[in-house]
């Protein structure tokens, strides 16, 4: 099926309108269970998160490895144990960040955010982020253990506070942005309401490597 682009274009803001405003640059593709005919559901949405985040900033698909090739790099380079290549084995935010680097991606950096927190305490941290031309953000937890993106953050007026979510456990072939957006698939959500406070947090943040992406923001 034909990859979808930039699906967040055209949602409207949230609340009552942001004091500050801040959403990712560039191009990116929108990666989700079943997208390459593989059936992945309940396994596969650390592997489509993570193609989302090599598919950026270009928001092409060449470069962006399948999801036995991360696998069997994982196996090759001795993080994972003999025979995780072919299994139905989720991964998270720290493999994401191995494959990145093994296969010359997007530059991701690492980030723990403590139980208990959710991701209140970090939400100027991915403003400056966004704000400052980052990519996609991965993120993931132990309750929470869904992998999803966030392409952006809004900020008040006064408490007010809404992360940009793309969610990647679509199944189908969704047609346009607005299908995809009126189903909840990428949105805004309220941080308070959006993260497990009893979760534990892993991010992925992603930023150009090469002066070559950093041409594709432009």
């Known amino acids: 099926m034909e990859l979808l682009k930039d699906v ?3 949602l409207a803001l949230p609340g009552r309108g942001p004091t500050r405003l801040a959403v990712v640059s560039g191009h990116y593709l929108y990666y989700h269970y079943g997208c390459d005919g593989v059936d992945d559901r309940g396994w596969g949405c650390g592997y489509r998160t993570l ?9 092409r698909p060449a470069g962006v490895p399948e999801l036995g ?43 723990h955010v403590t139980r208990g927190a959710g991701l209140q305490e ?17 993120v993931g937890g132990d309750a929470d253990a869904q992998s999803k993106a966030l392409l952006g953050v809004c900020l008040g007026p006064g408490t007010e506070a809404y992360v ?12 346009n942005p607005s299908e995809l957006q009126a189903a909840g698939w990428v949105g805004w959500q309220e941080v308070s309401t959006a993260f497990d406070p009893h979760s534990f947090y892993n991010l992925c943040m992603t930023s150009c490597n090469s002066e070559e992406q950093t041409c594709a923001l432009d």
């Open 51 to 59: 193609q989302t985040l090599f598919s950026w900033p270009e928001g």
């Open 8 to 10: 967040h274009l055209g």
């Open 164 to 175: 940009l979510v793309l969610d990647p456990h679509c199944w189908g072939a969704p047609k």
């Open 122 to 138: 970090e939400l100027e941290r991915l403003y400056s982020h966004f704000a400052g031309g980052g990519g996609p953000v991965m």
């Open 69 to 111: 090739a991360m696998q069997a790099a994982l196996e090759d380079m001795g993080d994972k144990p003999p025979g995780f290549r072919g299994s139905q084995s989720w991964i998270g935010c720290v493999e994401a960040s191995l494959c990145l680097d093994h296969f010359g991606g997007p530059q991701g950096r690492l980030r």
